[in-house]
Every structure is written in structure tokens, then in C-alpha cells.
């Protein structure tokens, strides 16, 4: 089998991309992390980068044209499809078309409920029943491509915003590895 050689972006902390390489390191696994992509010197994810020794790069958001930087880097690597993992960028329409449906994220919520940010605080005011995660394809509005996974858990009255995240990534963990699996196994 051909991997496809997958660049995963982050900001933060990278535990969805730390799940995603041990996944991928399983031979029948249909990506290959070939390249991580930082727009924050600091994200702990980087880390996970530098300890499954692949290569990694810093992009300067503030920057005019850093999206050209990125499409040299993308062909440098061969990059053929892209997973956002906690990264706090929008992409721009110019990269999403030319990587149309290659592009997939993980947001913490069963969207179309609660896009954007502080998912769990707006799931808490709401007196939501139900939490959960979204593995969805990357479009031009905000969290809103079609859905390829969805996970869900029933929210407690003792939960708070600490609990519930704990929960979501908890599934994101297996949501976001199943969804890989779904897209690759359907083209
Ligand atoms: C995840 O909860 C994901 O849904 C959201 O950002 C968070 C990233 O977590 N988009 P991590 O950096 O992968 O631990």
C-alpha cells in the first residue's frame, strides 16, 4: 500500500497529532506524516515532531504570501493531503481549492452545534445533553465542510469545561485515526 504523504498542522498542544503518528507508523494505516506544520514557535506538538524524528516547520502567519512558503514546502515533502489537529489559523480559500477534499479537521463538538471557539463553555451556558467531536472535510466557511465522523457522550450535570474536554478528546482519539481510515477506504 501507498501512503499518502500527510501534513498535519497544529498550534497547540498535539495530542491529536501525537495519536495520529502512532497510528500512522501501523503499517496498513493509509498516511504517512511527512511534515508538521507549526504557526506558534511554542505548541507543544512540536515536540512530537522532533521525537518521531519528522520534519517540522514554524510558519509566520503574520507574514504577506506565507501560504506560498507553505506550497513550496508541501512540494518539497510531495504532500497529498492535510490534517488540521488543533490548528488556530483559517486556511485560505486559495489552498483549499487547490487541495479540495484533502484538507480534514477535528473540531470538539457535533457540529453544525458550537463552531468556532470555546466549544465547552458555550456546551455548559446551553445545557447541552450531548457532547462529542467532528472529524469534517475543510471548506471555505468556518467548520462547516460535510462530516466524515462523528463521536458523542452523554454530558452529566457534574461535568464542567475541564471534564468535558477531557471527554471529547478522549474520543477525538479514535475518531479522528477512523476517519482516515473511512476517507481512504471510499476513494
Ligand atoms: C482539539 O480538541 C480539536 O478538536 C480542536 O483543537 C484541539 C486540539 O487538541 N480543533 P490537541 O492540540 O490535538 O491536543
Not at 34 to 44: E, F, G, H, T, W
Amino acid at each position: 500500500m501507498v501512503k499518502k504523504k500527510t501534513c498535519v498542522f497544529i498550534s497547540g498542544k498535539g495530542s491529536n497529532l501525537k495519536n495520529l503518528i502512532v497510528h500512522s507508523r501501523n503499517k496498513s494505516f493509509p498516511i504517512k506524516i511527512s511534515l508538521v506544520i507549526s504557526n506558534n514557535k511554542n505548541a507543544y506538538g512540536i515536540n512530537y515532531a522532533k521525537k518521531y524524528k519528522i520534519p517540522f516547520i514554524f510558519i509566520n502567519t503574520k507574514i504577506k504570501n506565507y501560504e506560498n512558503k507553505i506550497l513550496l514546502y508541501f512540494k518539497k515533502y510531495n504532500i497529498s493531503f492535510i490534517c488540521l489537529a488543533g490548528y488556530m489559523k483559517i486556511i485560505s480559500s486559495n489552498l483549499i481549492k487547490r487541495y479540495k477534499r484533502k484538507i480534514i479537521n477535528i473540531h470538539p463538538s457535533l457540529l453544525p452545534k458550537f463552531k468556532g471557539l470555546n466549544t465547552f463553555s458555550r456546551m455548559l451556558e446551553k445545557n447541552e445533553k450531548k457532547g462529542g467531536c467532528t472529524v469534517h472535510y475543510v471548506n471555505e466557511k468556518l467548520d462547516s465542510g460535510s462530516t466524515i465522523i462523528q463521536k458523542s457522550f452523554t454530558i452529566s450535570s457534574k461535568d464542567d469545561e475541564k471534564s468535558l474536554m477531557k471527554k471529547t478528546q478522549k474520543l477525538e482519539h479514535k475518531a479522528y485515526p477512523e476517519a482516515i481510515i473511512k476517507v481512504f477506504r471510499k476513494s
